[in-house]
T-cell receptor, first 113, second 116 residues
Framework: EAQVTQNPRYLITVTGKKLTVTCSQN?????MSWYRQDPGLGLRQIYY???????DKGDVPEGYKVSRKEKRNFPLILESPSPNQTSLYFC????????????FGPGTRLTVL | GENVEQHPSTLSVQEGDSAVIKCTYS??????FPWYKQELGKRPQLIID?????GEKKDQRIAVTLNKTAKHFSLHITETQPEDSAVYFC???????????????FGRGTQLTVWP
């Protein structure tokens, strides 16, 4: 089944404790992206990637890192999480660039205490 | 980069009525405009999209119109049903200043509620 998976789905952590949210797609998509969703603010892009080793900042990259070492994986890294990073995070992928349907993962609900 | 404004932020309609959500964009180079629907607790999913070489596209009860001159596009839902209740996001393609990579810019979303 073609899909985008994220892990974990729910995470409660404390300020400063490094964490990684994994994202994987099995559709051979070139384009992958991370968004955060907060009430009233919609979907804000954190980072995106056009292909392996090609990434760029979105609208809210501060406090986040990403890597794209393999085409199928695009992990989101929070080196030192803070409470303002409490949010719902979505990974998405599409066939190429931004001109195709983006398929979203199920979301990761992160709470930073 | 692109700036996408979406209105209204909330919309309530009676079942059977029509609903219209409007978005404006700033970058005249944008040429792809998708709409996503997000049901409560679920992930966003594409419901319809339009490219700049067409002015209107329909898919059963939903349609999207695009006015490139005025830089706005709209989602139209006819004969609304309670299952249409969701958050709807518009988006436009674009490129950040200083970047060669394309991306999507999303509006802030519209909470549509359809009352039986």
């Amino acid at each position: 089944e073609a899909q985008v998976t994220q892990n974990p789905r729910y995470l409660i952590t404390v300020t400063g404790k490094k964490l990684t949210v994994t994202c994987s797609q099995n559709m051979n998509h070139e384009y992958m992206s991370w968004y955060r969703q907060d009430p009233g603010l919609g979907l804000r892009q954190i980072y995106y990637s056009m292909n392996v080793e090609v990434t760029d900042k979105g609208d809210v990259p501060e406090g986040y890192k990403v890597s794209r070492k393999e085409k199928r994986n695009f992990p989101l890294i929070l080196e030192s999480p803070s409470p303002n990073q409490t949010s719902l995070y979505f990974c998405a992928s599409s066939l190429a660039s931004d001109y195709n349907e983006q398929f979203f993962g199920p979301g990761t609900r992160l709470t930073v205490l | 980069g692109e700036n996408v404004e979406q209105h209204p932020s909330t919309l309530s309609v009676q079942e059977g009525d029509s609903a219209v959500i409007k978005c404006t964009y700033s970058d005249s180079a944008s040429n792809y405009f998708p709409w996503y629907k997000q049901e409560l607790g679920k992930r966003p999913q594409l419901i319809i999209d339009i490219r700049s070489n067409v002015g209107e596209k329909k898919d059963q009860r939903i349609a999207v119109t695009l006015n490139k001159t005025a830089k706005h596009f709209s989602l139209h839902i006819t004969e609304t049903q309670p299952e249409d209740s969701a958050v709807y996001f518009c988006a436009a393609s674009g490129t950040d200043r200083g970047s060669t990579l394309g991306r999507l810019y999303f509006g802030r979303g519209t909470q549509l509620t359809v009352w039986p």
